[in-house]
Nanobody, 119 residues
């Protein structure tokens, strides 16, 4: 079992920045990829950014060049630096940790942190 605890959300004006953090604890042997998803009211949850244990990254097109995901494996922590925030970035952001071991898929979620961008 893996527990994920997020922090760093809040209210910011358009053009501002926020940094989200997610600390993982527990059976990390099963985890290879960590990422951030978001869900706005009335919309489906979408992948914002993900990073593998080898530091390969991928991003949602609309956040490329504005958001940066990074990972500190020694601290079991993943970060999402969000710059040039826009009102459409407003959502609940969820940390995710996933991996596959011996054909068993592991997938864990944090409780979510609210990000609100005012215009």
């Amino acid at each position: 079992q893996v527990e994920l605890v997020e922090s760093g959300g809040g209210l910011v004006q358009a053009g501002g920045s926020l940094r989200l953090s997610c600390v993982a604890s527990g059976s990390m042997f099963s985890i290879s990829t960590m990422g951030w998803y978001r869900q706005a009211p009335g919309k489906q949850r979408e992948l914002v950014a993900a990073i593998t244990s080898g530091s390969s990254t991928n991003y949602l097109d609309s956040v490329k060049s504005r958001f940066t995901i990074s990972r500190d494996n020694a601290k079991n922590t993943v970060y999402l630096q969000m710059n040039s925030l826009k009102p459409e970035d407003t959502a609940v952001y969820y940390c995710n940790a996933a991996g596959t071991v011996a054909a068993i898929r592991y997938n864990y979620w944090g409780q979510g942190t609210q990000v609100t961008v005012s215009s």
